[in-house]
């Protein structure tokens, strides 16, 4: 599974352009030089491992933007670490994204519900988050 999940994750990063950061335990970090690209990655990704067809392939993707600390081919600081929580909040098969996402994207044909508005770990502010819908 998770070589499958890697060559899925690795197909769709080189369809939108996207980098790998790096390895998390159980999943891949990247980036992006543009939103659009990044929604459009999570929508291939969520596509190919429904198409794949194991119930036990369950993905879930966290999106936010900003500017992440660069340092030693790495990415942190508060950015990365919102999409982490963001992430971690979604469930199997789901897309979420922070309202920063939401606003990039606007006009670029992508379908935004608004989820909850969460009290994330590391994060005083509750944050508003939007699940992009991506089934046909």
């Not at 429904?50 to 081919?73: I, M, T």
């Not at 979604?90 to 922070?98: H, V």
Request: with cysteine; charged share 25%; proline share 3%.
């Amino acid at each position: 599974l998770v070589r499958v999940h890697n060559s899925i994750v690795a197909d769709a990063l080189a369809a939108f352009a996207g980098k790998q950061v790096k390895h998390t335990g159980d999943g891949i970090m990247a980036s992006f030089l543009t939103t659009s690209a990044a929604v459009e990655c999570a929508i291939a990704i969520q596509r190919a491992v429904e198409e794949h067809g194991d119930p036990q392939l369950q993905v879930h993707v966290g999106l936010n933007a900003g500017e992440p600390v660069a340092e030693d081919a790495d990415l942190y600081g508060t950015a990365v670490q919102l999409a982490r929580r963001i992430c971690d909040y979604g469930g199997p098969g789901e897309i979420l994204t922070s309202n920063v996402v939401r606003e990039l994207a606007a006009g670029k044909g992508f379908l935004f519900a608004e989820r909850d508005v969460a009290v994330l770990r590391g994060f005083e502010d509750p944050v508003r988050l939007y699940e992009v819908r991506w089934e046909e």
